[in-house]
């Protein structure tokens, strides 16, 4: 009875069932594949986490962010009222969120690879790239680099997958790969 | 002579100390409370997210779904937590609580602490969902009222390791702490820990809502929190289970195939507690691969090995004591012919089953630490969790709720129909839930969204038809859930206030929280609480085959379902 003190007084000296042995031994194994997986797709995987990161301010990071878009402004998203930004293929390309919105629109070539920044300029954010499904978190003060080869091409949203406050539904952002 | 502090109850023989048995009460009813507001919110939370309902406004959703969180993850759970720790270890081992009136001051502090939360919450500036992540601001209140409702927490477990201080001292019972007391004991040291961690990040955070502080490190905050956030899920595992344990043995005489493999994975909690809780950070900038991948895992996920131990070794010692009672025929009769009108059962086994195949299952995965790229942040996650601790956990807690009501309130439940259906109505609403948020999260629907369809947005994207309909359906099993969750507050309280009382003694007052009539303690000092009786020898043959094959079929969905995912992660942009 689990209710009970054990019936044994030493009962760290009893055998353990064979069935509970059994299955010990297979959830071990089990969890250590779970955990050799992660090194492993360091190794062989495309797809990881960055490893890069900086401390930064947020003027900083949207003077970094205000270069870019200056040199390569394309067009400007007429309802938006957003700066459409081609950067050079291979370079370092920016994207600040901030309450409500992710700035500028990229513009990037498929299978081409950026380094891509990624900072907020006030509360934590998520960026959220949809239809493929990358999700990061994006606090304030650090700045994330993520090496990115788009390998499709279209039309990629940004969505805010962190809490933001009440225009948190809002914030949407977009990325065009040629 | 001393007083007679002592009843026992005459239908399962427990005994019930005056003072214990009040302060029970008073955080079981407590907890209910906030499980009747908790639960209405999310059931606006939930129509809110199906687009074609989407009922409340966006500030009203977003406040809606801080008081969902907060009030169901952090305040039913932790007042009831209280309850199950005077229980496991005042009643259990037959002593009396040390220092009591600290046990109410404890339980004046959490209800203070919690009082002022929710009022922080009207006032409007403080939805900022229970994580309050730095730095969004919520009202100074709101960060004091958690600080005073941790402490009278953290009071509950140190009088929980005071009366089993006491019981030792006392001679109340004879051999080692039985099995369910010791589980309740991981979940107090564990809870301990975590209170520690709330006070590290929770009062810098109060100091710098009052402006005394001019800074919060984003990511110190979310390190330290989630210390707390994510041991507080450690404790409610070990309690959860530690009920596990209690029901099989209270409707079974269920004992455990082995003290030793059992007890040792309640250890494993402690030990391989994740500190810094890294599965919540892995998407976040500024920690390294390393440390991610050392701290989610411990390099061999030992907790997780101790919740699949006690996975195999509740259903085991239930159908080991099945067997024994003649249910010997092939794999499940002992299964089949479990007492599943029962919402005692009922309610404990289905809280496992989801736990296990679907909170577990998906939890690991989301915390492998690239496979959280596809995850972090997705309707995912409410998803994982609702099964965890929406079903494991709270479910759990109704069911034992089904027998304290006639053992401790002596009240005889009201309802019978109601109360047979009750576990599978919640249990089915929360699954259909659950299975659809996870869905739509795997499609990339974010999480705490007021609107997926971005209709007030100045650029334009569309999520799949199939995420929209699954939140649709979501929705309905959010509905079914609210409505099993509203049948079992109803039941229980109905039962206290309208239920037949069991003994004369038992009054309006001594339902909520008073002592019953004075007549009803007779007793000094119960007798010494004896060892197990020994099994019987000869039944080697009795053996948990058809647990054996359970486990199996839930090592082989993990597995399939852990390289499905590793398959997806594998389609999206390459990375790194
Ligand atoms: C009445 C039944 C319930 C319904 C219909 C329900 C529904 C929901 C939904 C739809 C969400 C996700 C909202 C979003 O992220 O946009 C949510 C969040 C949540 N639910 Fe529930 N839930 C119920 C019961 C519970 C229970 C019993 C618990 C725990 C004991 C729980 C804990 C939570 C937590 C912690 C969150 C996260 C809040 C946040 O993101 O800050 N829920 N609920
Ligand atoms: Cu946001
Ligand atoms: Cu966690």
């Not at chain 1, 650090?142 to 009440?166: H, K, L, M, R, W």
């Not at chain 2, 702490?177 to 991981?186: E, I, M, Q, R």
């Not at chain 2, 969905?557 to 499905?564: E, K, M, N, T």
């Amino acid at each position: 009875m689990s209710i009970l003190p054990p019936s044994q007084k030493i009962w760290w000296k009893e055998p353990i069932h064979g069935i509970e042995m059994m299955w010990i031994i297979l959830a071990l194994i089990w969890c250590l594949v779970l955990f050799l997986w992660m090194p492993y797709w360091h190794v062989y995987g495309k797809q990881n986490l960055s490893n890069e990161s900086y401390k930064t301010s947020p003027e900083q990071f949207e003077a970094k962010a205000n270069t870019m878009a200056k040199a390569y402004t394309v067009r400007t998203d007429a309802k938006s009222n957003t700066p459409v930004v081609h950067p050079p293929a291979g370079s370092d390309v920016y994207m600040l969120g901030r309450l409500w919105q992710w700035w500028p629109i990229l513009e990037l070539e498929k299978n081409k690879t950026y380094r891509l920044h990624l900072s907020s300029l006030d509360w934590q954010h998520g960026f959220s790239l949809q239809p493929t499904n990358i999700n990061l978190q994006i606090l304030p003060g650090y700045e994330t680099v993520v090496t990115i080869t788009p390998d499709q091409s279209g039309e990629f949203a940004v969505v805010c997958n962190e809490y933001c406050g009440v225009g948190h539904h809002t914030m949407l952002g977009k990325i065009y790969v040629k | 002579m001393a007083a007679k502090m002592f009843r026992q109850c005459p239908d399962s023989g427990l005994f019930f100390h005056k003072s214990a048995e009040s302060l029970m009460k008073a955080h079981a009813v407590l907890g209910v409370v906030y499980l009747l507001v908790g639960g209405f919110l999310g059931l606006l939370v939930a129509l809110t997210r199906m687009p074609s309902l989407h009922l409340l406004s966006a500030e009203d959703f977003y406040l809606a779904l801080s008081i969902h969180g907060t009030a169901i993850l952090i305040f039913w759970i932790i007042f009831f937590e209280m309850a199950v720790l005077y229980f496991a270890a005042s009643t259990l081992l037959r002593c009396r609580p040390a220092t009591p009136a600290f046990g109410w001051l404890g339980f004046l502090l959490m209800v203070i602490g919690s009082t002022l939360v929710m009022v922080a919450f009207f006032r409007g500036n403080s939805s900022v969902m229970f994580t309050s992540y730095v730095p969004m601001p919520a009202e100074p209140i709101f960060y004091l009222g958690l600080i005073l409702f941790a402490v009278g927490a953290l009071i509950g477990c140190f009088i929980f390791l005071g009366t089993l201080v006491i019981a030792k001292q006392e001679k109340t019972y004879d051999g080692s702490v039985p099995l369910v007391t010791f589980g309740a004991l991981t979940a107090a040291i564990i809870a301990i820990f975590t209170i520690a961690s709330g006070a590290v990040i929770l009062i810098p955070t109060w100091l710098w809502s009052l402006g005394f502080i001019n800074h919060i490190d984003p990511l110190m905050y979310r390190t330290v929190w989630w210390a707390l956030g994510h041991s507080s899920q450690q404790i409610n595992v070990a309690a959860h289970v530690s009920i596990w344990y209690a029901i099989a043995a209270i409707l079974f005489g269920a004992r455990p195939m082995s003290e030793k493999v059992s007890r040792t994975a309640f250890l494993l909690y402690i030990l391989f507690l994740q500190l810094a809780s890294a599965h919540h950070i892995l998407a976040d900038p500024g920690v390294s691969s390393t440390w991610k991948v050392f701290n989610t895992s411990y390099a061999m996920y030992l907790a997780v090995l101790a919740s699949m131990v006690h996975g195999l070794t509740v259903p085991g010692c239930i159908e080991v004591a099945q067997r024994k009672k003649g249910f010997n025929n092939g794999l499940f009769e002992w299964l089949k012919k479990a007492p599943w009108a029962n919402p005692v059962f009922s309610g404990m086994f289905i809280a496992m089953i989801i736990f296990g195949f679907i909170g577990g299952i998906t939890g690991v995965v989301m915390g492998t630490e690239q496979i959280n790229l596809i995850i972090h942040n997705t309707i995912f996650v409410p998803g994982h969790f609702h099964a965890t601790v929406a079903v494991g956990t709270t479910l759990t807690f109704m069911a034992i709720t089904y027998f304290l009501i006639p053992v401790l309130f002596r009240r005889e439940l009201i309802w019978p129909t109601a109360c047979k259906w009750q576990p599978y109505i919640f249990g089915g609403g929360m699954l259909i839930l659950s299975l659809f948020l996870l869905g739509a999260g795997t499609l990339g629907v974010p999480r705490r969204h007021w609107d997926i369809n971005f209709s007030d947005a100045l650029l334009q994207f569309q999520f799949a038809g199939t995420a929209i309909t699954m939140l649709g359906i979501a929705g309905f099993g959010g509905f079914l859930a609210a409505v099993g969750g509203a049948l079992f507050c109803l039941i229980a309280v109905g039962s206290l206030v309208f239920g037949k009382r069991l003994d004369p003694g038992a009054s309006l007052f001594s339902s909520f929280g008073f002592p019953m009539a004075s007549s009803c303690y007779n007793v000094e000092r119960p007798g010494k609480l004896g060892l197990a009786p020994v099994e019987q020898t000869g039944d080697g043959g009795v053996q948990a085959k058809g647990t054996f094959v359970l486990a199996l079929v839930f090592l082989a969905s993990f597995v399939v379902y852990f390289f499905i995912n590793a398959k997806y992660l594998s389609s999206i942009w390459p990375m790194g």
